[in-house]
T-cell receptor, first 115, second 111 residues
Framework: NAGVMQNPRHLVRRRGQEARLRCSPM?????VYWYRQLPEEGLKFMVY????????ESGMPKERFSAEFPKEGPSILRIQQVVRGDSAAYFCASSPPARSTDTQYFGPGTRLTVL | SQQGEEDPQALSIQEGENATMNCSYK?????LQWYRQNSGRGLVHLILIRSNEREKHSGRLRVTLDTSKKSSSLLITASRAADTASYFCAISSGSARQLTFGSGTQLTVLP
């Protein structure tokens, strides 16, 4: 059973370019969460999605950031017109539909560097 | 903010010693979870303790929860060099499914 997969693992972009981060949840998991981690800090929640629905995007910056989880394919976190402050590690986590456990399973992360 | 806060921020011990990390939070919770993160890696789930539980064990890990003090502790017994990592507490509260993480404790176990 493969774990949560994220790609790319490292991404370098110049200011003004777009960054696309992908996340494939664990098999059987229909809930996906994106978190951002700045150096030496904990993870900060960004957005929670289920298939074809954004459930909670309260942690997402209002501009330039968007997320989707289509019926087919991975979840995508898109950052348009990146700035240096977007440099961080972006982690995706997934969980099963049932609320019997709140354990989230994390991917290895995508480290975004904006030059 | 309902963010968990870990204490201490950094801890350095000798192999074989016990390591204790603490987490405090501000609101009522559904459960509290501890995760480990090795440098440059993703998070690994260690243990989950529900709000109606007071203590839980998993191998060399022991977690306690005191909801009256809004605090939790993670004890790692007989530490090993491989335990060197950052440890985060994360809380689940209300109907929200996302986790709120603390800023972490950096544990260094010296061989």
């Amino acid at each position: 059973n493969a774990g949560v997969m994220q790609n790319p693992r490292h991404l370098v972009r110049r200011r003004g370019q777009e960054a696309r981060l992908r996340c494939s949840p664990m098999k059987g998991h229909s809930h996906v969460y994106w978190y951002r981690q700045l150096p030496e800090e904990g993870l900060k929640f960004m957005v929670y999605l289920q298939k074809e629905n954004i459930i909670d995007e309260s942690g997402m910056p209002k501009e330039r950031f968007s997320a989707e989880f289509p019926k087919e394919g991975p979840s995508i976190l898109r950052i348009q017109q990146v700035v240096r402050g977007d440099s961080a590690a972006y982690f995706c986590a997934s969980s099963p539909p049932a609320r019997s456990t709140d354990t989230q399973y994390f991917g290895p992360g995508t480290r975004l560097t904006v030059l | 903010s309902q963010q968990g806060e870990e204490d201490p921020q950094a801890l350095s011990i000798q192999e074989g010693e016990n390591a204790t990390m603490n987490c405090s939070y501000k609101t009522s919770i559904n459960n509290l979870q501890w995760y480990r993160q090795n440098s440059g890696r993703g998070l690994v789930h260690l243990i989950l303790i529900r709000s109606n539980e007071r203590e839980k064990h998993s191998g060399r890990l022991r977690v306690t929860l005191d909801t009256s003090k809004k605090s939790s502790s993670l004890l790692i017994t007989a530490s090993r060099a491989a335990d060197t990592a950052s440890y985060f507490c994360a809380i689940s509260s209300g109907s929200a499914r996302q986790l709120t993480f603390g800023s972490g404790t950096q544990l260094t176990v010296l061989p």
